[in-house]
T-cell receptor
Framework: SQQGEEDPQALSIQEGENATMNCSYK?????LQWYRQNSGRGLVHLIL?????REKHSGRLRVTLDTSKKSSSLLITASRAADTASYFC????????????FGQGTELSVKP | DTGVSQNPRHKITKRGQNVTFRCDPI?????LYWYRQTLGQGPEFLTY????????KSRLLSDRFSAERPKGSFSTLEIQRTEQGDSAMYLC?????????????FGPGTRLTVT
């Protein structure tokens, strides 16, 4: 079963705008990761944030983590049409054998 | 290419048939995970191996499902007497170690369609 929820379920923006996706989870974690998936393709790892970190950047990506609220957000700045994809958060905990527990995803559409 | 590979990439089968998928992890990765993803959902954990030992199975893995990793290298996932509800993308991932600081690398997946 999924760990938590992502919102929005779908997001449509214009090229150049910022896109923000949120993820909530239920149990204690060691890290939270974000993945991208183009239609019908495999998962691409974007960024990992550890439970003792609050914010992390990678290129146009900014991830925040609030363990007290059990939530995370992914911000994509200056979006491009190529960013169109589904985005999933996934939590990982050593006590759970290291398996990833995914959210249901946000479908992002960036219109040129 | 030294990434995770999965075969076949697509499989169409009739209900009641058996199917087997193969996953070749990155060399020297001792952890191997199987996930299943249905349309519009995030991947769900099925099972994982530490070398050749299967350490955990999700309750999603009914008796019709079996997974092996006989020599601690490649893994196979077999579904017996397939049902239409088994139609999904089956994803394999591997990691160098067990701890959460080891990234899991995903293969391209095997898309199963049961008619």
């Amino acid at each position: 079963s999924q760990q938590g929820e992502e919102d929005p379920q779908a997001l449509s923006i214009q090229e150049g705008e910022n896109a923000t996706m949120n993820c909530s989870y239920k149990t204690s974690i060691n890290n939270l990761q974000w993945y991208r998936q183009n239609s019908g393709r495999g998962l691409v790892h974007l960024i990992l944030i550890r439970s003792n970190e609050r914010e992390k950047h990678s290129g146009r990506l900014r991830v925040t983590l609030d363990t007290s609220k059990k939530s995370s957000s992914l911000l994509i700045t200056a979006s491009r049409a190529a960013d169109t994809a589904s985005y999933f958060c996934a939590t990982q905990a050593d006590l759970q054998g290291g398996k990833l527990i995914f959210g249901q995803g946000t479908e992002l559409s960036v219109k040129p | 290419d030294t990434g995770v590979s999965q075969n076949p990439r697509h499989k169409i089968t009739k209900r009641g048939q058996n199917v087997t998928f193969r996953c070749d992890p990155i060399s020297e990765h001792n952890r191997l995970y199987w996930y299943r993803q249905t349309l519009g959902q995030g991947p769900e954990f099925l099972t994982y191996f530490q070398n050749e030992a299967q350490l955990e199975k999700s309750r999603l893995l009914s008796d019709r499902f079996s997974a092996e990793r006989p020599k601690g290298s490649f893994s196979t996932l077999e579904i017996q007497r397939t049902e239409q509800g088994d139609s999904a993308m089956y994803l394999c991932a591997s990691s160098l170690g067990a701890a959460s600081w080891y990234e899991q690398y995903f293969g391209p997946g095997t898309r199963l369609t049961v008619t």
